[in-house]
């Protein structure tokens, strides 16, 4: 069983304000990730975290920003909130050395009108 | 980074064995096979890995070509719950990220 949350589930919300996503996992892993999902397509990758105070961008440019000031905890913000924003975003964790087995926290549908 | 290449959707019907490929042919070495599946609604979830032997777990199945360019995930009774995007991924073992692409969709018949 992961030991990974996310809050809000879902979020609706309106044009131009500011948002936190939170994600928190209570494995102890240095290793973090935000994936963004649209219904029935590909997860891309927008941010991960090596540790506490490393952040690095994803495979897909994203409006968002990240930080890692504690090793479980590792939100995800949108300073002015778009149409475009709306999406699923899953928050990942897992640990170094091992090779693969990533948790998923139940993800945050966001929805920006 | 090594590819895979999965079809895109497959078939098959309830308590029978199923397959699903994957191609990587230009693995390395160092490179572990993780599948990974993703039911509807739901965020991706582990379920095996391999490097050179085949693989059993509670879930599934790992069978890895003698020449590490193909493996194949087997389900050895499908049930309504296996359908889901299967995703095929090649993870070095000090890799820093997990890329998914588009896997393969998995439906089952009742």
């Known amino acids: 069983e992961a030991d990974i949350y996310q809050t809000p589930r879902y979020l609706v919300i309106g044009t131009g304000k500011k948002i936190t996503l939170e994600c928190s996992q209570t494995m102890g892993h240095d290793k973090m990730y935000w994936y963004q999902q649209d219904p029935g397509m590909e997860l891309h990758l927008i941010h991960y975290?090596?540790?506490?105070?490393?952040?690095e961008k994803g495979d897909l440019s994203s409006e968002s920003t990240v930080s890692r000031i504690r090793t479980e905890h590792f939100p995800l913000t949108l300073e002015s909130a778009r149409p475009s924003h709306t999406s699923q975003y899953l928050c990942?964790?897992?640990?170094?050395?091992?090779?693969?087995?990533?948790?998923f926290g139940p993800g945050t549908r966001l929805t920006v009108t | 980074d090594a590819k895979t290449t999965q079809p895109n959707s497959m078939e098959s019907n309830e308590e029978e064995p199923v397959h699903l490929p994957c191609n990587h042919s230009?693995?390395?070495?160092?490179?572990?096979i993780h599948w990974y599946r993703q039911l509807p609604s739901q965020g991706p979830e582990y379920v095996i890995h391999g490097l050179t032997s085949n693989v059993n777990n509670r879930m599934a199945s790992l069978a890895i070509a003698e020449d590490r360019k193909s493996s194949t995930l087997i389900l050895h009774r499908a049930t309504l719950r296996d359908a889901a995007v299967y995703y095929c991924?090649?993870?070095?073992?000090?890799?820093?990220?997990?890329?998914f692409g588009s896997g393969t969709r998995l439906s089952i018949r009742p």
């Open positions: 230009t693995i390395s070495g160092t490179d572990y």
């Open positions: 975290s090596y540790g506490v105070n490393s952040t």
């Open positions: 990942a964790s897992r640990n170094s050395g091992r090779a693969g087995e990533q948790y």
């Open positions: 991924i090649l993870l070095y073992s000090s890799a820093s990220k997990i890329i």
